[in-house]
Structure formats: structure tokens, C-alpha cells
């Protein structure tokens, strides 16, 4: 749905219009970025009862949220919101309803405080980390890189284990798996050149 939403709505002209308008814009990749996914697909939940993806989260401008969806098609249908019926009410919402906008908005920052507030636990012991370590060794593909059988997919978080792991213990194989990996990833199909 990710893809159908990118296509129908923010490929769109007309829906980029509207969002340029009203909005600032900011695309997350929950795969680099699971943090912040984590944070908005919490509210989603909180506010919806459902979450999933494609994942919209409309804030204030201090960065409080006030509304949260997943898929919406560009038109009005099935039930449910197109864009080009939301991002209008959306904004006039904004407008004309400052109040119960801010008043719901700080609602949801404190409710999510309390939900994501946890007490610091003790540090993690070695083990643990020895583990996770063993078992991406384990299941390392040293012919083309990556961890398991194909189809594989980028694991940014498990190259950013094996990097942590590699300056915390001078572990080269840590490291070596990571460059083999990352090699094989830009002489493969997924290389992708940036800027």
C-alpha cells in the first residue's frame, strides 16, 4: 500500500499542491529510520486502535501530533478519506479550531510520554550481545554478503550491531562482515547511487 499510495497521491500534482500548501512534507524510511516509525506507528495505535503502513502523521508546528492514519487513497472511497478531501479539512481544521487542535495535540504528547517512559533497566550483560553476534556469524552468506538464504533485504540494523560490536569488543570479524556485505550490496541489484 505503500507504493499505491506514493503513486496514486504523492505523485499526484494536484494532491502535491495541496500538501506544499498546507503542510511541510517530511518523508520517514521506517527501515533507516525505525525510531521515529516506532514513535508515530505508537500514536498511530493510540489514536486509531490500528496502525500500519503507509503511515501518516499530520503535527502541529511544534512537532505534536493531531492526526494519524495509514492508507489514504486520492479520492474518497470505500469508506474511506481521500486526500483531496482530508488535507483541505485538515488545514481548515488548523484554521478555525486552533484550541481543540493544540488541547488534543497535548493530550497525545502526554499520553505518549507515559506510554514510552520506561525505567532505566540494569546494563545489558555481555552474554546477550555474545549471542546476537554468534548467530549473525552463523548465519553470514560469504559468498554475497548479508545474513540467511535469498531473497535477502538490507539490514541496516544488523550492520549497525556488528559495527557497535566490532569497536566494542575488536571483533575484525564484525567488522569484516559488515564490508563484505556492504560490497556485495554495490556491485549488486540494490546498489543505488546517492546525490
Known amino acids: 500500500w505503500c507504493h499505491v499510495m506514493a503513486h496514486e497521491s504523492f505523485e499526484d500534482p494536484a494532491v502535491a499542491e495541496l500538501m506544499n500548501e498546507h503542510f511541510v512534507n517530511i518523508k520517514v524510511?521506517?527501515?533507516?529510520r525505525p525510531?521515529?516509525?516506532g514513535i508515530y506507528m505508537t500514536v498511530c495505535q493510540m489514536?486509531?486502535?490500528s496502525g500500519g503502513w503507509p503511515l501518516t502523521i499530520v503535527m502541529t508546528p511544534d512537532k505534536r501530533p493531531f492526526f494519524a492514519g495509514t492508507y489514504f487513497p486520492k479520492e474518497s472511497r470505500f469508506g474511506?478519506?481521500?486526500m483531496t478531501q482530508l488535507l483541505p479539512q485538515l488545514a481548515k481544521v488548523w484554521r478555525e479550531q486552533r484550541d481543540e487542535v493544540?488541547?488534543?495535540?497535548?493530550?497525545?504528547?502526554?499520553?505518549l510520554v507515559k506510554f514510552t517512559t520506561t525505567a532505566k533497566g540494569d546494563d545489558m550483560d555481555d552474554r546477550y550481545l555474545n549471542t546476537?553476534?554468534?548467530q549473525l556469524n552463523q548465519?553470514?552468506?560469504e559468498e554475497h554478503g548479508g545474513f540467511g538464504d535469498a531473497p535477502k533485504f538490507p539490514s541496516p540494523h544488523q550492520l549497525t550491531f556488528l559495527l557497535r560490536f566490532w569497536r566494542r569488543e575488536a571483533d575484525e570479524w564484525s567488522k569484516e562482515m559488515v564490508v563484505r556485505t556492504l560490497r556485495a550490496m554495490r556491485m549488486g541489484g540494490v546498489y543505488d547511487q546517492v546525490g
Do not use: C, N, P, V
Open 139 to 141: 548465519r553470514f552468506d
Open 35 to 37: 525510531d521515529i516509525d
Open 132 to 134: 546476537a553476534a554468534l
Open 80 to 82: 474511506r478519506a481521500g
Open 29 to 32: 524510511d521506517r527501515e533507516e
Open 47 to 49: 489514536m486509531t486502535g
Open 102 to 111: 493544540d488541547a488534543s495535540a497535548d493530550t497525545i504528547a502526554t499520553e
